[in-house]
């Protein structure tokens, strides 16, 4: 199944390449121009995961999103972002501590992760991010055909392959998740 049918099957609507700049951050615009993936619009009160998926019937193991996170590392404090499917827990004292090489970690507040990214809080996306903040890829979000990820905006989302999340050039793919049952 090619992405414009998946996208059918669960009734999303594509906006038009030429209305991106009005649905996306400017930042996240230039990253999704010339790439196979499908911008469409969402209501506000269903962009969160949860809420998303029982409106769309997208289930959340195709729902991927991104966290920004905060961690010391040799002493000096930095920013990440991990992207993680809807239907796992990250292991942060674990895995990501481990996959950042963090001595303490933490997510990030609020305001500093919108200050960060550009991007609204509830719609952050891994594309369009600054180029020094690394990206942590979940390995089971690789494992998915396509994920639906925020746009950056709370009222526009993203469906793309996964492999459009590791080609992003501060990306790293590892294994940070468990089974949330």
């Known amino acids: 199944m090619n992405i414009r049918d998946f996208a059918r099957q669960f009734q999303f609507q594509p906006l038009a ?18 790439q196979e993936l499908i911008v469409f619009a969402v209501a506000d009160e269903a962009s969160d995961t949860e ?8 289930g959340l193991e195709d ?3 991104t966290i920004v996170l ?3 590392k040799d002493g000096v404090e930095q920013h990440a972002a991990v992207v993680t499917l ?9 895995a990501v501590k481990s996959a950042l090489g963090a001595q303490r970690l933490s997510f990030a507040k609020r305001e500093v992760a919108t200050a960060l ?7 952050i996306t891994a594309l369009g991010l600054p180029a020094s903040m690394r990206i942590l890829v979940d ?8 994920v639906v990820v925020g746009a950056g905006v709370r009222h526009s989302k993203l469906l793309l392959s996964p492999a459009l999340l590791a080609q992003l050039a501060q990306a790293e793919v590892a294994a940070l ?4 049952d």
Not at 51 to 58: E, I, K, T, V
Not at 86 to 94: A, C, F
């Open 177 to 180: 998740t468990f089974d949330s």
């Open 86 to 94: 809807g239907s796992r827990r990250l292991d942060v004292n674990g």
């Open 70 to 72: 905060r961690y010391k």
């Open 117 to 123: 990214t550009g991007m609204e809080f509830g719609g």
């Open 51 to 58: 809420q998303f998926s029982a409106r769309y019937g997208l």
């Open 17 to 34: 390449a030429e209305l991106h700049p009005q649905h996306l951050p400017a930042s996240v615009a230039s990253q999704v121009q010339g």
């Open 139 to 146: 390995a089971a979000v690789m494992a998915r055909r396509y």
């Open 63 to 65: 729902c991927a999103n």
